[in-house]
């Protein structure tokens, strides 16, 4: 057997063979026909590989074919290339999208798609037609409220420009969601380059979908490499923001860790808080009379040990369902409260390691790590379909439509094998609702958990707190030394706690007393110029990681603030009639979404006034278009 130098290791064609086989073989094809050429790569037969029972088609390569493209791309590893050919152009990429799905697409879409493939340095950059002085620059600070995700990515594009700025963050570390929620299992639900700045090539993530301690440890590089860490203010408060007509800025009023007030005058503030960040605590009677332990998910104590403990867990949403096979692995026993079944499910490659021959492909075969990525986010696409409500469909007798039918039926199936040991449990945990009407749960090990002889599920409504535990509508009273709280965030409550007034006084309490918050590409409010809001009113997009709209939110709002800088203007806010329009086709548009209204949903998805609030009824190429740069004509520029 030949043994070959690859990256200073002898490796065998045999363990060569072996790390090929654990590639995307249809990225594998496209990135081998980018690097060569070849015809023969695009005459290959591909079909919609069926998965989920036939939810979803994902493309890829017939079987005869994945022998000669492991072959090439063993010559490759074996024979690295001297010249690598550049990347291709925006029509170019189209095609070779084409080919990789098998399906014609829009302009639009190939916009989306190239972004994804992250050829570029920086596939959402935003650049100066011309750069001003460091003298005019220095007059046009910007605040950026959160150094989560969304504030990092705004970071990262000011700082690039030379724009000065600083950053506010409450907590005592950057990171966001990811500093704040340290429960047990915490981690990603959706896979790992899906879930990553694409102008940050090749990170060596060690799992598909990560831990919440490894997600934190990739903001903090970030927040490194591109020099943010220097504008960074921790343990500081934002109190308020008043714009300032004269001026044309914005008063930012903060409290440092020393508790001293503070104004920071601001041209751009860019409100990055996000909306897991106001934990919300159960509305029922007693909640404060309870004597023991008791604490919210997002402020979990570290310190505090189960063992030996009667835990409740109160919410059985995303975070509750993630967490609850630990509290139960731990505890002496669990109670678990559910108000309304979820549709758990598992995921492949949930909790498992990317392998170190995965990364060695990343690495070695030139494009193959920018196919891979696009693969991943072109699986999530998938998703979007099963959120459209088909009328005639559900004319013909159906409940939604024929793809989310079956992917009821599918997840049903699944319900009923995992749970075979306890039959009696089954009726409980099928929601009544379809599948994606509500945020979908990856299962991390829940139905096994429920299994168990020191877990209870009680259905019944929560009556009321008592000093010693917890009184349900069966009128048990069942008692606790702790009681954990999964019930959610504020999520409306975009900012806080804080008080926010623009132009002519104006509130957002004021402009959304009508049917609660709603903005202009999620993004813009009228009245409040030089503002910006991140994963704002309807700004949860239907399809794609969240870091490809966080990227995509920055680039809009950096590229007004670049245009309001090179042209010495005052300021640039929504126009009253723009946002209006746009607010009227999302009603429109949320007519057929499955997320769009209480027929069909609940949760947070629907806010107190009965409107969809939270989701975008748009797809994903439509959104992305209207992202791709600002629309001059619907700003009042000044």
Avoid at 228 to 243: P, Y
Wanted: aromatic share 12%.
């Amino acid at each position: 057997m030949m043994t070959y130098d690859v990256e200073n290791q002898q490796m065998s064609t045999l363990e060569l063979n072996a790390m090929l086989e654990q590639a995307d073989i249809n990225a594998l094809r496209m990135a081998l026909l980018q690097l060569t050429g070849d015809p023969v790569f695009t005459e290959m037969e591909t079909f919609k590989q069926p998965v989920w029972g036939g939810v979803f088609s994902l493309p890829t390569v017939s079987p005869k074919h994945h022998d000669e493209i492991k072959k090439r791309a063993m010559e490759v590893l074996l024979n690295p290339p001297k010249d690598v050919p550049p990347p291709p152009s925006l029509g170019e990429s189209k095609r070779l999208m084409e080919l990789f799905s098998g399906d014609k697409l829009s302009i639009e879409y190939a916009r989306l798609g190239y972004e994804e493939l992250a050829f570029e340095p920086y596939p959402r950059d935003v650049e100066w037609t011309e750069r001003p002085t460091d003298e005019v620059l220095s007059s046009y600070h910007a605040t950026i409220i959160g150094c989560g995700a969304s504030g990092i990515a705004v970071a990262v594009l000011l700082e690039k420009l030379g724009i000065p700025y600083t950053v506010i963050e409450r907590e005592p570390s950057i990171g966001g969601t990811w500093w704040v929620h340290k429960f047990p299992e915490c981690r990603v639900d959706i896979n790992a380059h899906s879930y990553q700045y694409k102008f940050e090539k090749k990170y060596p993530w060690s799992e598909h979908f990560p831990t919440a301690k490894e997600s934190l440890k990739y903001l903090n590089h970030i927040v490194d490499k591109y020099r943010i860490r220097s504008h960074l203010r921790l343990n500081t408060r934002l109190l308020g923001s008043t714009w300032d007509e004269n001026s044309g800025n914005w008063n930012v009023r903060i409290v440092g860790p020393d508790g001293k007030e503070e104004t920071l005058r601001s041209k751009f503030v860019f409100n990055a808080t996000g909306q897991f960040s106001r934990p919300k605590l159960p509305s029922v009677e007693g909640v404060r009379d309870f004597k023991g332990k008791m604490f919210h998910a997002a402020r979990w104590d570290t310190n505090y040990s189960l063992k030996g403990k009667r835990v409740a867990l109160v919410g059985t949403g995303a975070t509750g369902a993630q967490m609850m096979p630990a509290l139960a692995e731990e505890a002496k026993s669990l109670t678990v409260y559910q108000r309304s079944p979820q549709w758990v499910i598992g995921m492949p490659k949930y909790k498992e390691n990317i392998t170190e021959a995965e990364h060695y492909l990343f690495r070695s075969i030139p494009y193959y790590w920018n196919w891979y990525v696009y693969s991943s986010f072109a699986k999530t696409q998938e998703f979007e379909r099963i959120t459209v409500v088909d009328p005639e469909w559900i004319t013909k007798g159906g409940l939604v439509s024929e793809r989310n039918d079956m992917c009821r039926q599918v997840m049903t199936n699944y319900i009923l094998e995992k749970m075979k040991s306890k039959e009696e449990l089954v009726e409980k945990l099928i929601p009544p609702y379809p599948p994606m009407a509500r945020r979908v749960i990856v299962d991390n090990g829940w139905y096994d958990a429920l299994q168990r002889d020191n877990v209870e599920l009680v259905v019944d409504e929560i009556r009321r707190f008592t000093p010693r535990g917890i009184v349900s509508a069966d009128d048990i009273e069942r008692e606790f030394d702790l009681v954990v709280n999964a019930t959610g965030f504020s999520i409306s409550d975009y900012f806080g706690d804080t008080k926010v007034v623009g132009r002519d006084g104006m509130t957002p309490e004021e402009l959304w007393a009508k049917d609660g918050p709603r903005a202009y590409l999620s993004l813009m409010i009228p009245k409040f110029p030089n503002l910006f809001m991140f994963y704002g009113p309807n700004g949860s997009p239907r399809f794609g990681g969240l870091y490809t709209w966080i990227e995509c939110w920055a680039r809009y709002c950096v590229s007004i603030a670049k245009h309001v800088i090179e042209n010495g203007l005052h300021s640039a806010a929504v126009t009253e009639a723009a946002y209006g329009d746009y607010n009227a086709k999302i009603d429109e548009a949320q007519k057929i979404n499955l997320r769009g209204g209480p027929k069909y949903t609940g949760s947070y998805y629907i806010n107190e006034f009965g409107r969809a609030g939270t989701n975008m009824p748009f797809d994903a190429e439509q959104y992305h278009d209207l992202l791709y740069q600002p629309d001059l004509n619907d700003l009042d520029i000044r």
